[in-house]
């Protein structure tokens, strides 16, 4: 919209007429006569094609041409006055603190409104910890710090688990969650759709465009994005199963102003087809093995990240949880060390660690070569795996026989 805005202005500046700039009439009644009319005409020659077509001298050509520059020039903007205008709209530019000091000062407040913010990461890791916070961040009341506002949380996994969001508000707030009747009411502003198709996805969606400003939402969540593109075979077009998707989303986002996040999954990096998920091998091969790879890659693929406006991939390493800042205009590549505990995601330090190169998009994480296994099992199973180590579990779903390991 601005690059198009620009070439316009572009265009009717270089369209000014030169008889209209305010030149001393004795130079300007020369271009006239020689058919220079627009400040595109006389700025497409040199200063000596001038001399000679006009037929006056250097003094005179310079003098004209730097009046018609500045006046067909696009007005420009100071640094300051760029911040004067940000300062002025800073009521659209707010945020959703997370809580996580170091990370909400890494991002300049927290989750910004009208723009997508992804979660990337392997299965277990605490995508979903983290939207269930969020969810409840943005409920609380403003006394409180929250936004108090409605929730929309699009789960396509099944795995939302109000107890669980009950019991990080309980650990996290408790004054808060110990008043009468504020579990129940917090619970009741979040609002869970669980769409298990792309088809659902898109009716979904444009439900939710009617609602959000109608019911005073303040948080978008969709968790997850990539489990939506196992089904219906779509992975083999050569358009993006959820291209239209994720442009809906990005103008949700836009037209809201609220803060989006959208978790989005690994996959091996191992695929030529940029469409071609993992999991798609595994008609073939059941018996496929768990892998540690350090080239994971979002399953989402090139178009959606250039969709979101800040990746923060969470990761594994020597049995640590990392979180990375690793796609933002106004952050650092920094990473942070976190855990998950009864109260949900929590920082272990609150100074980042200043990442060089490109680590900061690497994804680290033991996880299912075929990932959105893991995702598809009951949440209880997946969790109580998840913590157990060198745990061998044969499922059995749909006729399918998944081995799950987990570590
Ligand atoms: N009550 C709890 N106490 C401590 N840790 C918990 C608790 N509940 C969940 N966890 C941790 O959260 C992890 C699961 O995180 P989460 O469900 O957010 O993963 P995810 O990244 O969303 O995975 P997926 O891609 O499969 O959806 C578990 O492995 C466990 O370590």
Not at 17 to 24: A, D
Not at 110 to 119: A, R, S, Y
Not at 152 to 180: A, L
Not at 272 to 290: G, M
Request: neutral net charge; charged residues 20%; hydrophobic residues 40%.
């Amino acid at each position: 919209m601005r690059k198009s805005v620009n070439r316009v202005w572009r265009r009717v500046m270089a369209n000014k007429l030169i008889s209209e700039m305010g030149l001393p009439k004795s130079i300007a009644n020369i271009f006239a006569a020689r058919n220079i009319h627009t400040a595109k005409d006389a700025l497409s020659l040199t200063e000596f094609e001038l001399m000679e077509l006009l037929d006056v001298g250097l003094a005179e050509v310079t003098t004209a041409v730097s009046s018609i520059s500045e006046i067909s020039c696009p007005p420009y903007q100071t640094a300051l006055s760029l911040l004067e205008q940000r300062m002025h709209n800073e009521h659209l530019a707010g945020h959703l603190p997370t809580r996580l000091k170091g990370l909400d000062a890494a991002l300049c407040g927290g989750i910004p409104f009208g723009v997508i913010t992804e979660l990337v990461g392997p299965a277990g890791i605490g995508k979903t910890q983290f939207c269930l916070k969020l969810s409840l961040l943005a409920s609380l009341p403003s006394s409180h710090g929250g936004l108090d506002g409605h929730v929309v949380y699009v789960d396509t996994e099944s795995k939302f688990s109000s107890r669980r969001m009950i019991e990080i508000g309980v650990n996290s707030f408790p004054e808060i969650f110990q008043i009468e009747g504020m579990a129940q009411q917090m619970a009741g502003r979040i609002l869970v759709l669980q769409p298990t198709t792309p088809t659902e996805f898109s009716e979904c969606l444009q439900k939710i465009k009617d609602s959000l400003l109608q019911h005073h939402v303040k948080l978008l969540v969709i968790d997850s994005m990539a489990a939506l593109v196992s089904g219906d075979g779509q992975g083999q077009c050569r358009q993006h199963p959820l291209g239209w998707h994720m442009t809906f989303i990005k103008s949700l986002a836009e037209f809201s102003r609220i803060p989006v996040v959208v978790t989005n999954q690994v996959r091996s990096h191992s695929g030529d087809d940029p469409f071609h998920y993992s999991f798609q091998d595994s008609r073939q091969n059941l018996d496929f093995p768990t892998t540690f790879d350090s080239h994971l890659v979002a399953a989402l693929g090139i178009p959606w990240a250039h969709a979101v406006s800040i990746r923060l991939v969470l990761e594994s390493k020597s049995g640590q949880r990392f979180i990375k800042v690793a796609k933002s205009s106004m952050s650092p590549p920094v990473a942070f060390t976190f855990a998950i505990s009864a109260s949900g995601i929590s920082l272990l330090h609150d100074d980042g660690i200043e990442m060089t190169g490109p680590e900061i998009n690497a994804i680290c994480g033991q996880v299912l070569k075929h990932f959105n296994v893991a995702s598809s099992i009951n949440d209880a199973h997946n969790i109580k795996y998840f913590r157990d180590f060198e745990v061998t579990v044969v499922y059995s779903i749909k006729n399918w026989s998944f081995r799950v390991v987990c570590g």
